[in-house]
């Protein structure tokens, strides 16, 4: 059987997306490993995570539709980017953020990432990002909700990657 | 010599190459002169995200091999997002053309100072491995750059020395984001003829 990760890219896959790019993070190491073992998919590791939206950016004027990979402190990184370049030219883009400091100040998480992991979620929809939380049994239906989103909005959307879903 | 003569200059040389040319321009001043020179559906203005010029053009220039991509940037603007010069060297697209125009200033916000007269932004290209790389000073110099510029081993990055101080009364640039998504994307993603 296919592993987690490999699913989770051949379902992107299938809903059209073909342009890779952004930052490692732990939490999907997985899908990170296939993408730099295989060049078909030309991902890109990107410097930052605003760049990687740059990136994105620049894609899909050229035609394709990009996935954006970042760990959730690269969401504050693109903060600017998602505001003032996606958001106001329509540019859409399926980010896939992982959720460090997911149990908040009560959690096990790393310091560094407990206030993100708290506040992510109203964070999201401060911005206006619509998203769905990674649920293996519901992912399918998510991922295509999303998509027609984002091809109906053609704005961002966001799907956010707990511990222990794309790890392998 | 003035930033907006510059920007017209490296627009001609640039249009001259005619349709398989895409421009992403970084917003401030640089595209304001260059949309009041001459626009065109092939040119896409930035407003915001200071920095991502590069980003933008790298992206576009990856999955657009066939098309020449010229990035109009401002020494500001690369130092916001210095780290993009590796990623252009890194991807190594053979169609990505760099263009900076410095004036070692923040030129849109009143002419505070940056950088670049201490860290030359053609020698951190270099060093990062865009593969070719030159700087002009002044007018006559820039004129003989772009008769080669274009042709040389891309990534390609020409620094163009300017003149701080804007131009009184310039325009901005017109059509909405909206509006420049839809006819840039158009436009990128034409089949144009085999070069």
Not at chain 2, 24 to 50: K, Q, W
Request: hydrophobic fraction near 45%; include cysteine.
């Amino acid at each position: 059987m296919a592993s987690p990760s490999r699913h989770f890219l051949d379902l992107l896959e299938q809903h059209g997306y073909n342009f890779f790019t952004g930052v490692p993070c732990s939490l999907f190491d997985g899908v990170t490993r296939i993408l730099d073992a295989e060049p078909r998919y030309g991902y890109i590791s990107a410097v930052r995570e605003d760049s990687a939206m740059g990136l994105a950016a620049g894609a899909y004027l050229g035609g394709r539709q990009p996935v954006v990979l970042m760990q959730n402190s690269g969401l504050g990184v693109s903060v600017n980017a998602l505001v003032s370049l996606h958001q106001i030219y329509d540019i859409p883009a399926l980010l896939v953020i992982s959720w460090r400091g997911e149990g908040g100040p009560g959690g096990d998480d790393a310091p560094e990432h407990i206030i993100m992991g708290d506040v992510m979620r109203p964070f999201l929809d401060l911005l206006r990002i619509p998203f769905a939380v990674f649920e293996p049994s519901t992912l399918a239906a998510d991922v295509e909700r999303l998509t027609r989103t984002m091809h109906e909005t053609h704005k961002p959307v966001a799907l956010v990657v707990g511990k222990g879903r794309l790890q392998s | 010599m003035k930033r907006a003569a510059a920007v017209a200059r490296v627009a001609d040389a640039v249009d001259a190459r005619g349709a398989e040319c895409l421009t992403v321009v970084c917003n401030g001043m640089i595209g304001r002169e260059l949309y009041t020179h001459a626009d065109a559906p092939s040119r896409f203005y930035m407003i915001g995200s200071m920095g991502l010029a590069s980003s933008i053009g790298l992206g576009l220039a990856l999955v657009q091999p066939s098309r020449t991509v010229v990035v109009f940037d401002g020494d500001g603007n690369v130092l916001m997002n210095l780290g993009t010069l590796a990623s252009v060297a890194a991807a190594a697209p053979p169609n990505f053309y760099h263009v900076v125009f410095d004036n070692a200033a923040h030129g849109s916000t009143g002419g505070q100072r940056t950088i670049s007269d201490r860290v030359p932004l053609d020698a951190v290209a270099r060093a990062a491995g865009y593969r070719s790389v030159v700087r002009a000073g002044a007018e006559d110099a820039l004129a003989t750059a772009l008769t080669t510029f274009f042709d040389a081993p891309a990534p390609a990055m020409l620094v163009v020395d300017v003149e701080r101080g804007n131009q009184p009364g310039i325009g901005r640039v017109e059509p909405s984001p909206l509006e420049l998504t839809s006819r840039f994307r158009t436009r990128a993603t034409l089949k144009t003829r085999s070069a």
